[in-house]
């Protein structure tokens, strides 16, 4: 499909949300302008992750989830890795000759290319990271086998006055959470970093009240803040796979989800699973991980 495509031709990436998909898009994306630098690449995106993909110079428009846009876009081909039903009507709107969705995504009659399973396509029957499945659709398109890099992030970067550890001690739902006054233990015990709980606008940081809270209002604001810091601590959440991306040694803390498909890609990491309710995982195999490390923390 890629080599079919006339130079200079228009993309459209559908990746509506969430925080953590939209990081691990960036490697696929970077796939695909390796094979065809001339391509203008635009990704529709929910406003509030626009920020993952403003400024990657893989991407040269980020645009707002609305049909006018896909459709003034004029793409000749559109590329869909979300798979809902509001992904399906933005295909169609964007009008391209080539409309591309996994196989398994609802509304087939959508698409006239059908991506198969990633698993199909590696030519390897296991669970895969989830930058390993949005990678192989580009592979799927054409582009060549290679290694899936490490997810792409750009904000400016503004060290603090003295290091420090970014602490994420909450989740999207609360069975993901290690219980708060175990991640209190932990910024408690580290002595060379001052330990920084972040959270959403929303959150409530106020059992963290005795450290240093930082609410962000945008994912750039957090983009900001990781990317300078020397350690991350959290629960897989989005944060995590930001840290991942500006290559910040990380611990991350698994509930139910599979860190075979969610852990941080390709970085400096410790995944630590509950094997059931997050209270299982103990303070010091938090301790060890960290050490494990070779962060002075």
């Known amino acids: 499909m890629l080599d079919r495509l006339p130079p200079g031709a228009k993309v459209l990436i559908i990746r509506l949300r969430s925080l953590g998909d939209c990081v691990l898009t960036t490697p696929a994306i970077h796939i695909l302008k390796q094979t065809r630098p001339d391509l203008r690449l635009a990704v529709m995106v929910e406003d509030r992750f626009a920020d993952v993909?403003?400024?990657?110079?893989?991407?040269?428009?980020v645009l707002t989830p609305h049909p006018a846009?896909?459709?003034?876009?004029?793409?000749?081909?559109?590329?869909?890795?979300?798979?809902?039903?509001?992904?399906?009507?933005?295909?169609l709107a964007s009008l391209a000759g080539k409309r591309a969705g996994f196989?398994?995504?609802?509304?087939?009659?959508?698409?006239?290319?059908?991506?198969?399973?990633?698993?199909?396509?590696?030519?390897?029957?296991?669970?895969?990271?989830?930058?390993?499945?949005l990678a192989s659709a580009m592979f799927y398109l054409g582009a060549p086998r290679m290694e899936i890099?490490?997810?792409?992030?750009?904000?400016?970067?503004?060290?603090?006055?003295?290091?420090?550890?970014?602490?994420?001690?909450?989740?999207?739902?609360?069975?993901?959470?290690w219980p708060a006054?175990?991640?209190?233990?932990?910024?408690?015990?580290?002595?060379?970093?001052?330990?920084?709980?972040?959270?959403?606008?929303?959150?409530?940081?106020?059992?963290f009240a005795e450290f240093r809270t930082v609410r962000n209002t945008s994912v750039l604001d957090s983009m900001v803040l990781?990317?300078?810091?020397?350690l991350f601590i959290g629960n897989d959440s989005g944060p995590a796979h930001m840290a991942a991306a500006f290559g910040v040694p990380l611990v991350v803390l698994f509930g139910e989800s599979d860190p075979v498909i969610?852990?941080?890609?390709?970085?400096?990491?410790?995944?630590?699973?509950?094997n059931g309710p997050m209270g299982g995982i103990a303070v010091p195999q938090v301790e060890r991980a960290i050490e494990a490390l070779g962060v002075a923390a």
Not at 262 to 274: E, K
């Open 226 to 230: 990781i990317q300078s810091a020397n």
């Open 103 to 133: 196989g398994h995504f609802t509304a087939q009659a959508a698409y006239n290319i059908r991506i198969p399973r990633a698993q199909e396509i590696l030519g390897e029957e296991r669970k895969v990271h989830t930058a390993e499945h």
């Open 181 to 207: 006054e175990r991640f209190l233990e932990i910024a408690r015990s580290l002595k060379h970093l001052e330990p920084v709980f972040v959270g959403g606008p929303g959150d409530d940081l106020s059992p």
């Open 262 to 274: 969610w852990a941080p890609w390709r970085a400096t990491a410790q995944s630590l699973v509950a």
């Open 69 to 91: 846009a896909a459709a003034i876009w004029s793409p000749k081909l559109t590329i869909n890795l979300h798979g809902g039903t509001r992904s399906v009507w933005l295909t």
């Open 149 to 177: 890099p490490r997810a792409r992030l750009f904000a400016p970067k503004t060290p603090g006055d003295r290091p420090y550890a970014v602490i994420h001690a909450l989740a999207s739902a609360p069975e993901k959470a």
């Open 53 to 61: 993909f403003r400024g990657n110079p893989d991407v040269n428009a």
